[in-house]
């Protein structure tokens, strides 16, 4: 039955219903798929909530089961991981040591790569930047994972771009005698979101042509759609090259007591240290900044790429609980790390 409209606004009983316009009825459309999105999400997240507060008293019994759970949102394959990583240093073509990439009295940073998981034969490495105290010896190790669009050289402090010294956090941990690997994540940018081969026909013909083609989908979202239907995630991508960078650094070393080992994530970054601070409970203490707060009432605004992780947040939190580790929520000076993360 085609829409209908009043003839004139606020008109009398006896008016004649016209037919709607278009642009009448898609306008009604997208305000009734608003509405019924908002008390949909409205009644999710409360559902989440009560389903939280059911969990036992005791979780560290019912932790597994959590994680598991968490895994299969995120897409996230055990078997897949890489056995064995190791973190290794970029070498220096001309000399044949170790490159760095920048130092300061304090603080040596080199560039470095580990593998994460492996699929169908091909491996999928983790890359960044290393931190490492010059004149002391570490008390522990922490990965910082960044915003997605800030690299790991600006987080280091290597870029001269006129930054506040408070955005180098990660030189910030270093200097305060943390061992700091800087994990790159995927940026927002599009430059690499199509190909320079997609196929296109001439003319209606059977001729076909290749030729460059490219969207406006940011990378995240870029990846994100083919690994979603394929039940990946790219948030569980990233996760995994966490995992695997923490069983690196629990394997350094192994005669002798292992050093904590910590997580600072920051905006898109913390989404990702939440995640893979559930999974892992050799992770001492999580800090999480610019992300968490709010996000879980924004579920209409926030970008495709999230999908699902809303619900992988209140996993992250009652499994964090589990592991009887610190998630620290507000912004973090290095003391905190000192007083509270591995006391």
Known sequence: MASTRTSALGSGAGSALQPATEDERSTTMVASI???LGATSSEARDARRRQFDSFPGDRLGNSQGLRNRLRELLGIVVAERAQ?????????ALSGHPECVGQTTRVVASA???????????????????????????????????????SPEHASGL????????????LRLAEAGFEVLVMSLIDRQDTFAGSDAAQATVGGTAEATFTPTYTNQPHREWIHRPAFQMGRHIIGFEVQKVL???EAFSAVAPSSPPLPIGLFGFGEGGLVALNAAALEPRIRCTVISGYFQGHHDLLPTEPLYRNGTHYGCMLCCSASCAAAHSVIMPVCCCSVWRSVAFR
């Open 84 to 92: 064995t990583p190791r973190i290794t240093t970029a070498v220096d």
């Open 244 to 246: 695997a960078a923490v």
């Open 34 to 36: 608003a509405r019924w």
């Open 159 to 170: 870029l001269d771009d006129g930054g506040s010294p408070r955005d180098h956090y990660a």
């Open 112 to 150: 470095v790569r580990w593998p994460a998981f492996t699929v169908g034969g091909v491996t999928v490495d983790g890359e960044g930047v290393f931190l490492r105290p010059r004149n002391c010896a570490a008390t522990a190790r922490i990965i910082v994972l960044p915003d997605a669009d800030q």
